[in-house]
């Protein structure tokens, strides 16, 4: 009797040990699609095209819910949706002529998730004050709607040579 006890404790572990392996091989889904370097690019260019608007509303909309960032006019760190959007504000009345970009590098880092770095010339003849060098990287992040938008991003100007 108490061999067949242990008989049926065993094999109830194996039955057990097969059905977590089964599930744990389980498909969990569809693979998610890489985004190539040449899709990252035009919402990018999207990006920068509504930089170039100097029109408040659409700069913002490039950004993302939870956005975190360095915004090359001021020295800390906005983690705040409100703060981040006064920073936009102020960029969009900066008085603005044109964003050249100079350099640019995108990173595919997953299926979600890409980088771009760049430097732009930025102009302005109403404020020559204004007009800078700036690096910027961004951090574009899949929403759950299918948008890319800016989910961190760090600007600042380069140093004088």
């Not at 956005?67 to 705040?80: K, Q, R």
């Not at 009345?93 to 595919?108: G, N, T, Y």
């Amino acid at each position: 009797m108490r061999n067949r006890v242990c008989l049926l404790a065993l094999a109830a572990a194996t039955a057990s040990v097969g059905a977590c392996q089964k599930a744990a091989n389980a498909p969990t889904g569809p693979a998610a699609t890489m985004i190539t370097e040449a899709e990252a690019g035009k919402i990018d260019d999207a990006a920068e095209a509504a930089w170039a608007t100097m029109d408040a509303a659409k700069i913002k909309a490039v950004y993302g819910a939870n956005i975190v960032g360095f915004d090359g006019s001021t020295p800390g760190l906005a983690h705040d949706r409100a703060a981040w959007d006064k920073l936009q504000d102020a960029f969009a009345a900066s008085k603005i002529d044109k964003i050249v970009q100079k350099d640019r590098v995108i990173q595919v880092l997953d299926a979600d998730t890409f980088v771009v770095s760049g430097v732009f010339d930025v102009t302005s003849s109403a404020s020559p004050q204004n007009a800078v060098t700036l690096r910027c990287t961004d951090v574009f992040q899949k929403a759950d709607d299918g948008s890319w938008p800016v989910a961190n991003e760090h600007c600042s100007n380069t140093p004088k040579a």
